[in-house]
């Protein structure tokens, strides 16, 4: 298989994990949900979010992991063997799908501000 071929491929495969994974974690977050109609009785429907939220949820997680694959792959061209920069990829691109998903999933299930704690009492420091 040819270097192009490897790359292409990766990158592709990258882009639709990440769209995939992107759009699974945003969809299933409780802040969608209630946003989609989850709420009681529909209270806090938002569907402003299908043309807002969405697209840009879509859009990093189709960008944000083939382009940590194609600057691994750039960044290791003439220093390792072939098959060592493609495995080197793989392991980088996981690690920022990892990352990308995780701080998806904390975006779009945000802490209860009216349990944030800051300094250990009781009463949230918000309210003071």
């Known amino acids: 298989m040819d270097q192009r071929d490897t790359a292409g491929y990766g990158g592709c495969a990258a882009a639709a994990l ?4 992107a759009l699974y974690v945003w969809g299933s977050s409780h802040r969608t949900g209630v946003h989609l109609g989850m709420g009681f009785e529909g209270h806090g429907r ?23 694959w194609l600057l691994t792959l750039r960044l290791l061209r ?11 990829a793989a392991v980088c691109t996981a690690g920022v799908l990892a ?30």
């Open 78 to 88: 003439g220093r390792a063997r072939q098959r060592s920069r493609v495995l080197v």
């Open 46 to 68: 938002d569907l402003s979010v299908l043309w807002t939220e969405l697209p840009l949820v879509l859009l990093a997680g189709a960008l944000v992991p083939p382009v940590s």
């Open 18 to 21: 990440g769209a995939v994974t």
């Open 99 to 128: 990352l990308s998903t995780w701080g998806l999933h904390t975006w779009s299930n945000p802490r209860d501000p009216d349990h944030v704690r800051l300094s250990g009492t009781a009463v949230s420091d918000l309210d003071l």
